[in-house]
């Protein structure tokens, strides 16, 4: 049986850990003649810092653009094409709304093949909305995961 991987999605929150992950979904979709897609998931913090106009929306996308540069930048210098979204990973109105689910919900929207998710270490920086996340993507994701 052989791999037919199109598209690998790659979850990303700013982190080093997620820039990791770029650097493996980089490797598989070049491996497969594949293109990435990273999406940039906003933990709790940030989302209820937007809802609550504590901090200026674009602010917010000024930083996740920033990084997603750098996500293109990586993908580039080895010919692999990169598309990208951005994805609130909380929700005050919705109890489902979580990081993991976000991710999954993205890969079948994209029709991912492949899913890189950084599995982080528990540090409670806000800024990383991706340390629990793994092991859901894991238990419930339909394509192959590599969890690095």
Do not use: N
């Amino acid at each position: 049986m052989s791999l037919t991987v199109e598209r690998v999605l790659v979850p990303v929150d700013g982190s080093d850990e997620s820039l990791t992950a770029v650097e493996y979904a980089v490797a598989v979709a070049e491996r497969y003649d594949a293109q990435v897609h990273a999406v940039y998931v906003l933990g709790e913090e940030v989302v209820r810092a937007i809802e609550e106009a504590v901090v200026d929306r674009s602010e917010i996308a000024e930083d996740t653009e920033a990084f997603t540069d750098t996500v293109r930048d990586l993908a580039h210098a080895e010919g692999v094409e990169v598309s990208s979204s951005t994805a609130y990973g909380f929700s005050t109105k919705r109890k489902t709304t979580h990081p993991g689910s976000v991710i999954l919900d993205t890969a079948k929207d994209i029709d991912a093949d492949f899913i890189v998710i950084p599995r982080e270490p528990l540090t409670g920086e806000p800024g990383e909305v991706l340390e629990k996340a793994a092991e859901y993507v894991l238990l419930y994701a339909s394509q192959p995961v590599l969890s690095v």
